[in-house]
């Protein structure tokens, strides 16, 4: 199983709104409602920020948003705030019924 | 409150084997299962394979099939993870998870587990 696909790097300046995609295939994104984002700051374990497409759990900013179409999952951060660098994972459920992140995406403030 | 808490940082040789442990508190352990994810050095999250505390039926990543081995006890809510035939590249930080199958996330994790292989 493959990784899926995040772009490398993202920037933004604090107030500004940032989009992280993460590209799978129809076997992973694009089959299945279960795509979850987590953030992780350096040194420090992951934490759940979005699951099923665009749930976020009791906690997290509103300014955290998911969606996705097709095989292409995204998340929006609105109102960029300094505290929201870190990097940036998506996870996907799979056909084999296993589960796959992505390649990760480092979000600096600018 | 839900916690997670892994036993501590490990060094291996080559071909040795590394068991980690992850104590679960604040839920109903047979509830959920447990995904194991480990991040090399610099490196991105990397799924294991998960165990169900309610039956112990395991999913384990492809590429790690016939090398781990995931394990749960009940009686003190901890899962077990255990890799056998260490390499180098095996060194990572490990993490478990709770997770929740009916809707697909990981949430908490546990503070990982360094694994340094190394001759």
């Known amino acids: 199983q493959s990784a899926l696909t995040q772009p490398a790097s993202v920037s933004g300046s604090p107030g500004q709104s940032i989009t992280i995609s993460c590209t799978g295939t129809s076997s992973d994104v694009g089959g299945y409602n279960y795509v979850s984002w987590y953030q992780q700051h350096p040194g420090k374990a992951p934490k759940l920020m979005i699951y099923?497409?665009?749930n976020r759990p009791s906690g997290v900013p509103d300014r955290f948003s998911g969606s996705k179409s097709g095989n292409t999952a995204s998340l929006t951060i609105s109102g960029l705030q300094a505290e929201d660098e870190a990097d940036y994972y998506c996870s996907s459920y799979t056909s084999s019924s296993t589960d796959v992140f992505g390649t990760g995406t480092k979000v600096t403030v600018l | 409150q839900v916690q997670l808490v892994q036993s501590g940082a490990e060094v291996k040789k080559p071909g040795a084997s590394v068991k980690v442990s992850c104590k679960a508190s604040?839920?109903?352990?047979?509830?959920?299962?447990i995904s194991w994810v480990r991040q090399a050095p610099g490196q991105g999250l990397e799924w294991m394979g998960w165990i169900s505390a309610y039956n112990g039926n395991t999913n384990y990543a492809q590429k790690l099939q016939g090398r781990v081995t995931m394990t749960t006890d009940t009686s003190t809510s901890t899962a077990y993870m255990e890799l056998r035939s260490l390499r180098s590249d095996d060194t990572a930080v490990y993490y478990c998870?709770?997770?929740?199958?009916?809707?697909?996330?990981?949430?908490?994790w546990g503070q990982g587990t360094l694994v340094t292989v190394s001759s």
């Open positions: 604040g839920y109903t352990f047979t509830s959920y299962g």
């Open positions: 998870a709770r997770d929740n199958r009916h809707e697909n996330w990981f949430d908490p």
């Open positions: 099923e497409v665009s």
